[in-house]
C-alpha cells in the first residue's frame, strides 16, 4: 500500500527559503524561476518589497524537494522562522533597555534640576521673609 503526501498549492516559500529548504543555493532558485521551472511561483509585492512566492508542490514537481520532504521543510522551515523571530525580538529588548536607560538618566536629571531650583526657591523665600 503506497501513501501519498498531499502537498497544498498554499504551502509556499520564498525564494530563500526555498533555497535552504533544497539545499541548493539561492541563484539556482533565482536560474530555474528564470526557467520557468516554478509555473505556479509568483512576485508578490508588501510595501516597498518583493518576495516571490514559490508553491512546494512546484519544487516536488520540478524535483528540488520529494513530496515525503515537505512536512519535514515545514517543520524545519517553522524552526527557522521562529528562531529569527526570536533573534530580532532579542535584539529589539536590547534596543529598548537602552532606550529606557537613557531615558531614565534624562529624568534623573529633571528631578535634580527640580529640586535644585525648589531648593534655590526656598532659600529666596525665606531671604525675602527675613
Known amino acids: ?10 504551502e509556499v516559500f520564498t525564494r530563500s527559503e526555498a533555497a535552504t529548504l ?3 543555493s539561492e541563484d539556482t ?3 530555474d524561476l528564470r526557467a520557468d521551472k516554478y509555473p505556479n511561483a509568483k512576485m508578490v509585492t508588501c510595501g516597498k518589497l518583493e518576495r516571490w512566492q514559490i508553491p512546494a508542490c512546484d519544487l516536488v514537481a520540478a ?6 520532504q515537505v512536512s519535514a521543510a515545514r517543520e524545519h522551515l517553522e524552526d527557522l522562522r521562529l528562531v529569527e523571530q526570536t533573534r530580532a525580538l532579542t535584539e529589539r529588548v536590547r534596543e529598548l533597555e537602552t532606550e ?13 534640576l527640580i529640586a535644585a531650583l525648589t531648593n534655590g526657591a526656598v532659600v529666596r523665600s525665606a531671604a525675602v521673609a527675613s
Open 63 to 68: 524535483g528540488r524537494l520529494g513530496a515525503d
Open 100 to 112: 529606557l536607560a537613557v531615558w531614565q538618566a534624562r529624568a534623573g536629571e529633571r528631578e535634580n
Open 1 to 10: 500500500m503506497t501513501t501519498t503526501t498531499k502537498i497544498s498549492q498554499s
Open 22 to 24: 533544497c539545499g541548493v
Open 29 to 31: 532558485i533565482k536560474r
